[in-house]
């Protein structure tokens, strides 16, 4: 299985930025996609989810600003991020669980990580 990120960068607060993560392979279906965030000094924490049937959740810090969705055609999950502010910086993880089509195991796997800079 492989992750690819992107669309982190630098934006001012109150702006907005659109993470996405595709993921591939092809033994695998995918069923939980989810973003997780890590900033300077702090742990990892979950930031929003969706499982292959559309439902989601949220941290309540982003709730009402951060919507997450996903395109099960192409595999890929993305974050769009409104009225961003500065202690949303962060190094932005995508995080994808691969289920086998073979055997009833599942395997969970992290993106590389974008990072995601606002400036206040």
């Known amino acids: 299985v492989q992750l690819q990120a992107s669309g982190g960068g630098l934006v001012q607060a109150g702006g907005s930025l659109r993470l996405s993560c595709a993921a591939s392979?092809?033994?695998?279906?995918?069923?939980?996609m989810g973003w997780y965030r890590q900033a300077p000094g702090m742990q990892r924490e979950l930031v929003a989810a969706i499982t292959s049937g559309g439902s989601t959740n949220y941290a309540d810090s982003v709730k009402g600003r951060f919507t997450i969705s996903r395109d099960n055609s192409k595999n890929t999950v993305y974050l769009q991020m409104n009225s961003l502010k500065p202690e949303d910086t962060a190094v932005y993880y995508c995080?994808?669980?691969?289920?086998?089509?073979?055997?009833?195991?599942?395997?969970?796997?992290w993106g590389q990580g974008t990072l995601v800079t606002v400036s206040g």
């Open positions: 392979g092809s033994s695998f279906n995918f069923n939980f």
């Open positions: 995080n994808v669980e691969a289920r086998s089509r073979s055997r009833p195991v599942s395997y969970y796997y």
